[in-house]
């Protein structure tokens, strides 16, 4: 009883939305990462996108004005990474919160040089252990591959990644492991990864993804999850084993 009266509600509110299939098609029509979604799989990100909608708030920050073409541009990219694992993947939190250009913390920041700073520096995204995702929407903007640094770029995939990584242990770069999936190997083709990156770094080779993976772990999974999806074959190419585990953790071959 509970699960139909929870099913009506949510297909009463998607039916509320302002949204038509013509326009989200419009939206995301130049978002190249739609090219692997045709025929079922992009009816069901459609379908996903609009339970995104009515389940989460997408509420603005500072002085942003949020548009339904925003909202549905943030939800669908925040969906693409759960479509094979389901919405109850972002349960426990509420809100998305977009700014109009990056947002500053309102918390001290130590900087490399050990000064600690009254505020720290603008941010394109945050995401938060039990509260909200928090997103520049001119970084949404400018997502798509070699679009930063001549790397794919995409700070909503980034963020909702960060989300998924909370789920085990806080954001350690190890999320919630599948049944067919071990977490020691996991550990280990990251740790690999990463230890080599960091070399390749310190001899100032020419690095396969964004420089900020070398952050933490957590950062890593995260730049590695967004150009899984937004650039999926330098990924294949460069680091092999790290796409092959993308691909078994989210259930998708692109």
Known sequence: MIKWISTWWENRRIRQLPVTRE????????WPVMAHYQSEKRDEL????????????IAPGGDAVLTDEICLRVATMACVPILELGLHWYDNWQTVIVYQGDFVPNRPYRSEDGVVHNQA???????WLRGPVILSWESIAHSGAHARHGHASNVVIHEFAHKLD????????APPMHKDMQA?????????????LQQDYQLQHGLPIDEYALTNPAEFFAVCSETFFEDPRRLEQHLSEVYRLLCLFYRQTL
């Open 166 to 173: 909370m789920l085990r242990d806080g954001a350690n770069g």
């Open 121 to 127: 520096p603008g941010l394109s995204g945050e995401a």
């Open 23 to 30: 326009q989200w098609e419009s939206v995301m029509s130049d």
């Open 46 to 57: 459609y379908q996903l996108t609009l339970r995104f909608l009515v389940h989460k708030a």
């Open 184 to 196: 020691g190997e996991w550990h280990d083709v990251f740790s690999k990864a990463w230890a080599r």
